[in-house]
């Protein structure tokens, strides 16, 4: 009897993807181009985080976006309408953006002449933990409506990200959400993680998230 192949499909992806994403990395690095892959979940707000963002960074750094999406353009038009140059990616069913995915939306920015590209995920807690995107940092919205048990529930979205953003916190008032349950299990999880509380409507703790932000990009730009 001859003996049977085993192909391991998904470890050969996601080895590949990862070379790719490493080589992106470094061509980032050399143009001082600082890529921030922003995950979460649908309805977190991501979008309204993104254009606050802008607002706090657009005088210090040239911004581009790359939103990324199933179908609609309908987040890429606001960040279009507020004065800075973002591409709309179709992804045609996949829960998640890849480097390949990344590369062919940063091709479509004049990323020479930018020093900060935000890549807006696909609203999915799990697939986009799973892929390297090539970019310098990753973050992640938790917004106070979801519920604090999130950390609990998706423990690799959490543990691989630099920095957790807990959105919407004018919220707070009217949902049972334990913002100290969430930091502790995060820190468990991932201990070196940075915390932000924000909202998008009021503006509270963006000037911290953006300092950070900022910093990053800098630092990279420099190195």
């Avoid at 706090?56 to 939103?67: A, F, N, Q, S, T």
């Amino acid at each position: 009897m001859n003996e049977i192949r085993v192909i391991e499909i998904k470890k050969s992806i996601h080895e590949s993807n990862n070379l790719q994403a490493d080589e992106l990395r470094s061509i980032l690095h050399k143009k001082h181009t600082f890529l921030l892959n922003l995950m979460s979940s649908p309805g977190s707000g991501k979008t309204s985080l993104v254009m606050r963002t802008i607002e706090k960074l657009d005088k210090d750094l040239k911004i581009g976006v790359i939103e990324a999406d199933i179908d609609s353009t309908v987040d890429a038009e606001k960040i279009i309408e507020a004065g800075v140059p973002a591409v709309q990616l179709h992804t045609g069913g996949m829960c998640h953006i890849d480097a390949t995915m990344t590369e062919t939306g940063l091709e479509a920015l004049d990323v020479d002449n930018l020093d900060l590209i935000i890549l807006e995920n696909v609203g999915n807690l799990v697939c986009p933990a799973e892929f390297d995107t090539g970019a310098s940092k990753s973050a992640m919205i938790l917004s106070v409506p979801e519920g604090h048990d999130k950390p609990l529930k998706y423990p690799l979205m959490f543990s691989m990200v630099d920095v957790l953003i807990i959105s919407k916190i004018d919220c707070l008032p009217y949902f049972d959400f334990d913002v100290r349950a969430v930091k502790e299990s995060v820190k468990k999880l991932n201990p070196n993680i940075e915390i932000f509380e924000t909202s998008a409507k009021t503006g509270e703790g963006f000037d911290q998230w953006a300092d950070w932000l900022r910093k990053e990009a800098l630092a990279w730009q420099q190195d």
